[in-house]
């Protein structure tokens, strides 16, 4: 039952523009939840696996021509072009309401109308906020149900208030010439038309999580940020919270699930999963930043994951986990994908459903000739996750003590530094860049710059966004978390990767950890503090010092150039981009002087 005005008042309206023969409120008992999964399996909307092997799971297919984000077609509609920034598709919201509303009109005919309600963050929490997602896709509800807190308990909490976000999703005829993302921060609003991809259509995540609400966090003094949050227990039991923003590819699902080196591990020390994706944060009662993870899942990319990229990754996937796109093995009714073993599925069919010839599988055609579409993903439920935080369900979240910002550099950024402030940490995460791997379309090595990792989900300018982590700063003071850069990526002359990587990682946040802590040394170069080789413990790592030290160096000649390219990428933000942000570009270029 809908008792809140608000609410009933905007399904009414979706109800008349949609047209559905059914509609049905999930009220997430598991009782109807597996209805809809016995729905979805007798229309092939889903297949079901093994349960023997895999309880609880399922495989779902998308559209070939709908397996992805589509940041081209995803739009950031706010009454004054300047409000959504030079960086997002933007259009006039009067215009854009009704190009949406003519495409979904009457579109749910012959269909349900599923309502989802639902929280993200924990329910009640003080930096959680609620949502409710319309949609005639069972899938979408299923994936929700594993996302997100769902169902009546969420309209109990949401009581009369008018502070939730409104989700129109439409599948449409799932037509990539109608599809559109969009978003409308000032009415607290996302319609989706003509996908059933995930990251198009699960509105929580990457529409409301970050796009709205980063907007909300602007207006009213939080963050929502691109960011994992993990904890780093030290053999004392005491644990201390990282957040952490990569773009794409840089392996953000395997830091968070980390596991230490053996040495390490017998040593005590150990990593709490709080979330892999999104991070909120905001001022708690002592001042401090507090971050919680909005979501209740993990929307995971499936190939590589395997048990040594990721174990507490695959093991998450066990049960209960929506699989789409990934390959089917017919032998035993279970999922394959490339980088999961060695021993691809001789009878098999491919993510479009087509027997799948490992024979003739080329790297250089993926998308033709790989059993898994390389953007395959599995839906699993957060509590499979081994290493999940014991903090990870309570709402008062976590207090940050350390910001990681990174990217993939060959040469350019050392291992790790930490900036000499907020301020400088700001100036880090703004100019952020990662370059391009063979894994993406288009040419290898091109460095495209990607801010905070925040480029396709800032929900308004990024000038104004800049100033918001500037005026967070002020406001946190000497209790701001500390700002570090790190790059796992330089490569030799060869081209193959120096540092280890995966777990090995656990080496490099115990020095940032002790940095916070006053307890690591570290020498002051042009771009930040970056610590003596001996002050990353090595042990038992088959790596020289002076390797180490090698990747520690900056390069002055590659860092003027990188001061250049960082001068062309500010151009774009015009007189939004925040003048503290110029000088320390200038005070950069000076210091390589
Ligand atoms: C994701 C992304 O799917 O950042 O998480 O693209
Ligand atoms: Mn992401």
Known sequence: MIKNKTLAAWIEEMKNLVNPDNVVLITGSEEQLEELRKEAVETGEMIKLNQEKLPGCYLHRTKPNDVARVEDRTFICT??????GPTNNWCDPKEMYEKLYNIARDSYKGRTMYIIPYSMGPIGSPIAKIGVEVTDSIYVVLNMAIMTRIGQKVLD??????????????????????RYICHFPEDNTIISVNSAYGGNVLLGKKCFALRIASFQGWKEGWMAEHMLILGLENPKGEVKYIAAAFPSACGKTNLAMLIPPEYLKKKGYKIWTVGDDIAWMKIGPDGRLYAINPENGFFGVAPGTNAHSNFNALEST???????????????NTVWWEGLDKNPPKNALNWRGEPWDYTKYDKTKKVETSAAHPNSRFTAPAKNCPCLSDEFDKGAGVPISAIIFGGRRAKCTPLVYQSKDWVNGVFVGSTMASETTAAAAGAVGVVRRDPMAMLPFCGYNMGDYFKHWLDMGEKLGDKAPKIFNVNWFRTDDEGNFIWPGFGDNMRVLNWIIDRCEGKANARETAIGYIPNAEDIDLTDLDMSIDTLKGILEVDKDIWTKEADEIEEHYKKFGNKLPEQLREQLNNLKAALK
């Open 79 to 84: 009454k004054d072009k300047e409000t959504a």
């Open 318 to 332: 066990k049960k209960n986990t929506i699989f789409t796109n990934v390959a089917l093995n017919l032998d035993d």
């Open 157 to 178: 909490t949401l009581g009369d208030s008018n502070d939730w976000v409104r989700g129109l999703h439409a599948k449409c005829n799932v037509d990539p010439e109608n």
